[in-house]
């Protein structure tokens, strides 16, 4: 079992940055691979970043690739999401996930965090 809280979000002007945390329980932290995942009112969630067990290998969705990065620390059990450049259109509740493989499927995901909202003004 796996518990993920996440952390960071907020309101932000376009042009600037946020930096997204999400904190796991479990000594298994490692054994997962973690994404990034968002929703914007009334759309599907969508994929947005993942990163392997070791860390060493990260994927992007295009709409962010160049702006965010995804970077995870398993002697903490925590995984980060640096935003960059934000736009309006970056405005979704942003959900930290646990995989027991590399995927950019939201299917795939064994466990969720509860959200956090990042909003982004024009």
């Known amino acids: 079992q796996v518990q993920l809280v996440e952390s960071g979000g907020g309101l932000v002007q376009a042009g600037g940055s946020l930096r997204l945390s999400c904190a796991a329980s479990?000594?298994?932290?490692?054994?997962?691979?973690m994404g990034w995942f968002r929703q914007a009112p009334g759309a599907a969630r969508e994929f947005v970043a993942v990163i392997t067990r070791s860390g060493g290998t990260t994927t992007y969705a295009d709409s962010v690739k160049g702006r965010f990065t995804i970077s995870r620390d398993n002697a903490k059990n925590t995984v980060h999401l640096q935003m960059n450049s934000l736009k309006p259109e970056d405005t979704a509740v942003y959900y930290c996930a646990a995989l027991e493989y590399w995927s950019t499927s939201n299917a795939d995901a064994q466990y969720w965090g509860q959200g956090t909202q990042v909003t982004v003004s024009s």
């Open positions: 479990g000594r298994t932290f490692s054994s997962y691979a």
